[in-house]
């Protein structure tokens, strides 16, 4: 069965320093979302992407954030300059039309910590 | 603005008993709503959703939920719990045009032998 597939699995960096969080999502998927989950809190919505553009973002997703397709197969997410509260699992998902009974399927996530 | 809320922060049960994981939204429009699962070092995984139709939906795993408008819930239900469905639960429903999930704060269960 078709999957999202996110690397690394986990990140250490230090504060201030620019980290890329890579996934790979379905293969005919359209549609690309970058979520968050701090421990111990909700998982938040960062990011939409489609056909090669931001559909809708959060008010997290300050200018320290971007998010690229930079072939047929990557979606990145990249913190120009992390700070100790972006510490946290990112979570990619994907899915294969706009409609909201669309199935967002999910990547195993990134868990980033910021030293 | 659309929220979830889950009060059961975490839930305890034996093997073999019935569970119910409560879920109550805000939305003004009918929602599509959806239960998803993560197991320890797992992603989400889908477990059903709620766009229209039967207010009864089927998903994996045995699990099943019930839309209630006049309640505005959504409460996930499992007729007999399996060891297995130790997780972390999540109650979503879609807001906006671009279909942004938001999210619950989730149900903790913890399964009893």
């Known amino acids: 069965e078709p999957e999202v597939t996110q690397t690394p699995s986990h990140q250490v960096t230090q504060m201030g320093q620019e980290v890329i969080l890579r996934c790979v999502p379905i293969s005919n998927h359209l549609y690309f979302y970058w979520y968050r989950q701090i421990l111990g809190q909700k998982v938040e919505f960062l990011v939409s992407f489609y056909n090669n553009e931001i559909s809708e973002k959060s008010e997290i997703f300050d200018d320290q954030f971007s998010v690229e397709r930079p072939d047929g197969s990557n979606f990145t997410l990249k913190i120009r300059s992390t700070k100790l509260e972006d510490s946290a699992m990112y979570f990619c998902a994907s899915s294969g039309g706009q409609g909201g009974q669309e199935t967002q399927y999910f990547g195993p996530g990134t868990r980033l910590l910021v030293l | 603005a659309q929220s979830v809320t889950q009060p059961d922060i975490h839930i305890t049960v034996s093997e073999g008993a019935s569970l119910e994981l409560r879920c109550n939204y805000s939305y003004g429009a009918t929602p599509y709503l959806f239960w998803y699962v993560q197991s320890p070092g797992q992603g989400l995984q889908l477990l059903l959703k709620?766009?229209?139709?039967?207010?009864l939906v089927q998903g994996i795993k045995g699990f099943e939920a019930e839309f209630k408008r006049s309640q505005s819930s959504f409460n996930l239900r499992k007729p007999s719990v399996h060891w297995s469905d130790a997780a972390e639960y999540f109650c979503a429903v879609v807001s906006g045009g671009y279909n942004k999930l938001i999210f619950g704060a989730g149900t903790r269960l913890a399964v009893h032998p």
């Open positions: 709620y766009f229209s139709g039967d207010t």
